[in-house]
């Protein structure tokens, strides 16, 4: 397993709280998931959120190029995440926002993506040993 814990950083910018109070005014709003990595990212033009910007072949895709599932109902897979937690791993929901798209970023500020719940757990491990 590669250790990606201190070349990546928590931005937290975007939070769950933030996704709830989108799913009350857009109950709908398309959810678009990795079929390889942790990664997720709403889609709800109408309230301002574009979703995913890369694509392979016109087809949206996650930072490492996956294609993606689709689900239309935001609120609906929150209430799933929320749950099953300790799914996630030690740090349950934590670990679940650090794999929305732009949480996750590379040294250089790009959005990225891990494999496995335990590598965004290595990585808030890291942050929170780093006070960050």
């Not at 709830?20 to 990795?34: F, I």
């Not at 574009?50 to 897979?77: C, H, M, S, W």
């Not at 030690?90 to 798209?101: E, G, I, V």
Request: net charge neutral; charged share 20%; proline share 5%.
């Amino acid at each position: 397993m590669t250790d990606h814990s201190n070349t990546l950083t928590l931005t937290r910018k975007v939070s769950l709280s933030d996704l709830e109070a989108l799913a009350k005014k857009a109950p709908q709003a398309r959810v678009m998931y990795s079929t390889r990595t942790c990664w997720w990212v709403v889609s709800a033009p109408n309230h301002g959120w574009p979703g995913p910007n890369r694509t392979r072949k016109g087809i949206p895709t996650d930072p490492q190029g996956a294609v993606l599932y689709e689900v239309d109902n935001l609120g609906g897979f929150l209430d799933v995440a929320k749950a099953n937690a300790t799914f996630y791993g030690k740090h349950q929901l934590d670990a679940f926002m650090a794999a929305y798209d732009g949480n996750l970023v590379t040294q250089d500020g790009r959005p990225t993506c891990l494999v496995g719940w335990d590598k965004y757990n290595a990585v808030i491990d890291a942050a929170l040993k780093e006070g960050e």
